[in-house]
């Protein structure tokens, strides 16, 4: 169809975005960009993520559209709402290739740019409600066979009252249970590195929820670290560091490793001894968290917590209980988003660093120097 011809149609159910004003970007990355807006009739503040188009040399991209059909059918209090689909009129001036853009709720903040301010101190109580409501997320958006395949401190969003809402389904599809005549064939070139799991390091592609139980412990162990725990730069450095935390690969420890495919062909570190629970204590100063988070950092996806019984974890129902975010953040006037703040840094000097850790750093210095530890 002559563009053109295109530029003088109408369509009545996607409004134009101009009815919202744009007030600041608060994101950015390969999907496109993020900014607060607010509707110029009603004053609602909202979140307007554009749509990434000039890669496309036709249609609409698939991933958008998928991400679009599992928003529309998610509906929970944990989970990102999206309110509506705007569009700006293609012309000549953007070559007749209009932008689209999902319209989100607002949320003030998210994980990473709240641990990235050392002003924003969690409570043991707090750290456990930014859990519990997680935790919730993930069973509902699995319960409905969905997979997030993002899981990242930046993705995890909160309010200012303490209502925590999962989001960027960018990457996330639904899963079927495998059967016995055929296995799943995903993708394995999801989730973001820091935060991926070894099953997905190694190239399996018939995978389902646990993979996003494993960012939901490096999650957990970071609300005491205030940085991703393992930072690789590659998927063999990112493996080296899993099993210099988890312990060492192997059919010992996990049934089966061996017929994924890359394990023969990535360099396995032999001879390690799991050490989370070791390495941790010095910043997770709560028996039941260094547990929790040692259950959900299982090599063996087969082992890991599923969402349900990471919930019934005694980490949630021994004193002191979850404890509602609000007053804390009240005290917070800026929002706080990951593009927003400076790069998250390991502990920085001058007492940020618990006082065991410093006593251990000379100790480790001279037989671990190879290891490149983030906490």
């Not at 200012?160 to 993708?187: E, H, M, P, Q, W």
């Not at 070791?278 to 709560?286: F, T």
Request: aromatic share 10%.
């Amino acid at each position: 169809m002559d563009p053109q011809i295109m530029d003088g149609l109408d369509f009545p159910f996607c409004d134009e975005v101009v009815k919202y004003e744009k007030l600041a970007k608060i994101g950015q990355g390969t999907f496109g960009e993020v900014f607060k807006a607010k509707h110029r009739k009603n004053k609602q503040i909202v979140a307007l993520k554009k749509v990434l188009m000039e890669n496309e040399k036709e249609g609409f991209p698939i991933t958008a559209l998928r991400e679009i059909r599992i928003l529309q059918l998610l509906k929970h209090e944990n989970v990102v709402n999206l309110n509506e689909i705007c569009r700006t009129k293609a012309n000549q001036f953007n070559r007749y290739k209009g932008s689209i853009y999902l319209v989100f709720e607002f949320c003030e903040h998210d994980l990473a740019g709240l641990l990235s301010n050392h002003n924003v101190k969690f409570s043991l109580g707090e750290i456990k409600e930014v859990m519990r409501q997680l935790l919730n997320a993930l069973y509902y958006i699995h319960c409905n066979k969905v997979l997030h395949r993002d899981m990242k401190a930046a993705n995890i969003l909160i309010t200012k009252n303490g209502v925590l809402k999962l989001a960027d389904f960018g990457l996330a599809r639904a899963f079927s249970i495998s059967k016995a005549s055929g296995s799943n064939r995903y993708t394995n070139r999801v989730v973001t590195l820091w935060y991926r799991p070894p099953e997905l390091l190694l190239g399996e592609r018939n995978y389902g929820p646990l993979i996003d139980l494993w960012g939901a412990g490096c999650i957990l162990a970071e609300m005491w670290t205030r940085s991703p725990i393992m930072q690789g730069n590659t998927e063999q450095h990112q493996l080296t560091l899993i099993t210099h935390l988890c312990g060492s690969i192997s059919t010992e420890v996990w049934p089966d490793v061996d017929k994924l495919e890359l394990y023969s062909k990535l360099e396995l570190p032999k001879g390690q001894k799991r050490k989370v629970k070791e390495r941790l204590k010095a910043y997770v100063r709560d028996q039941y968290a260094l547990d929790l988070i040692d259950k959900l950092l299982s090599l063996d996806p087969a082992q890991r917590l599923d969402s349900d019984a990471a919930l019934n974890h005694d980490f949630f129902w021994m004193d002191p209980m979850p404890s509602s975010l609000a007053k804390m953040l009240s005290t917070h006037n800026m929002s706080m988003f990951e593009y927003l703040a400076p790069p998250r840094r390991r502990y920085q000097q001058g007492g940020a660093q618990p006082p065991a850790q410093q006593q251990q750093q000379r100790a480790v210095a001279s037989n671990d120097a190879a290891f490149d530890r983030v906490f």
